[in-house]
């Protein structure tokens, strides 16, 4: 009988899904820490443990905010739930879209929804601010499709 890891082909090889998401991965870790070294904030090692207790994305919400946001200091599940739903909370208040991501999610270390989280993080305050002026000289508001004809 054959055993096989879930991450990889036939032949051994890691798959496309999982390599895209390891470069995901080393790129939201790298701009969480560029993000951190700006305000003096000590880097993240593993983005899916780092984030899971909401405290490191509370700091980088204030980071990208400007204002201070409280954290829960506990280390049971409830206050990182908290956290995190603080963390949803300040993300929703700032207009970023995110569909079917919860507290739940990131605190349980979801890859995916993990990942998806960071993207709407950097979509919203790297990504818009750099196509701002490319949008209006097109006249266009989503900064997606904007993103994808360039």
Known sequence: MEVRSESTNGDGRQS???EHNDVQKKTFTKWINAR????GKPPINDMFTDLKDGRKL???LEGLTGTSLPKERGSTRVHALNNVNRVLQVLHQNNVELVNIGGTDIVDGNHKLTLGLLWSIILHWQVKDVMKDVMSDLQQTN???ILLSW
């Open 16 to 18: 496309q899904a999982d």
């Open 36 to 39: 951190f070294s700006k305000s």
């Open 143 to 145: 900064s997606e499709k």
């Open 58 to 60: 509370l700091d980088l």
